[in-house]
């Protein structure tokens, strides 16, 4: 990060107090571990994004890099990667990457400074990042419950597919029960791994966009099971109502919706949105039934809402008569 570092000089809202919390971590990070740091940078973000007016929890989203923290907390390759953007975009699947840990980002995270390797030690073992990666882990779940009820091989659409990790994971993908697995999305850099990574197999990779699917750009049939992990937590309550009703209209008789989004008041939610520029639209109980309130009623074997083990994601899941 090579902005130039200005001093904090907070704002009269109330959003000084953010100042002080900063203060405290830097102290904490010369005098404690990392880990006890970041556990306070954390908690304290997540209780000012709770209490701070919305003016001043602005102020302190504008204002947060302006303190010599900024260049602390950066040393960390996933913090670092998802303020940046380089793919232009928040929660990217190189993003996932970073949290999964796995051997296509150990050089970056082996090139990070003692410092930054500590304090990834704390945000890839957060509550967000064990949910976003036990998230593969219930989509391809889903994608075996669907292949073992069926009575022949099985469709899938996988909606801002990224780097498709839950195919990894699935049985059924190994057991050639799948005749068909549509990977969408619109990011180039995915798009050529997913060439790459598929070349040969029953996975079609296709360059496209939510926006595509609810106008029936792409063309792409009928499916046993579509599912949406992490599309969902980007868009606004209209728009996901929209793609909900056409992802819908794509299902199979029997078919399967599954769309997933980070619950409502998770811890980190002050710390994705300041030092991650990772911004949010967590969604509770409430908010995840209004998305599939428009479909039909009398259409729908089963609507379904659950959460992962630790709370930290919430799902949707939407059968088909």
Known sequence: MSAQVLPFLGRPDGADD??????????????????????RLVQGLHGLRRTLSAGAWRAVKSDWMQHPLARIVHQDPLTSWSYRKPRGYPGD??????????????????????????????????????????????????????????????????LAAGHLREADCSQALTNDRVARWVALDHDPDNLALLRKRFAGSVVEVCDGTACGLIE???????????????????????????????????????????FSNIVCGIETDGFMETFMGWPLIDRNEDAMAKIWSDLPTDEIAVRWLFTDANQAMIYALVQRI
């Open 93 to 158: 699947a190189r993003l996932l990457d970073f949290v999964d840990g796995g051997p296509c980002v150990a050089a970056d995270i082996a090139a990070a400074t003692e410092l930054g390797r500590a304090i990834y030690a704390c945000t890839s073992r957060s509550r967000v990042a064990v949910g976003l990666r036990e998230r593969r882990h219930i989509v391809a779940d889903t994608v075996d419950r669907v292949a073992r009820k069926a009575a022949g091989k099985i469709s899938v659409l996988s």
């Open 216 to 258: 029936d750009d792409h063309k792409l049939g009928q499916f046993d099971l579509i599912s949406a992990a992490g599309l969902y937590d980007h868009l606004e309550a209209t728009f996901a109502r929209r793609l909900t009703e056409a992802a819908f209209r794509k299902l199979k008789p029997g078919g399967t919706l599954l």
């Open 18 to 39: 953010a100042s002080e919390l900063f203060d405290e971590v830097m102290d904490l990070f010369s005098q404690r571990t990392a880990s006890e740091a970041m556990t």
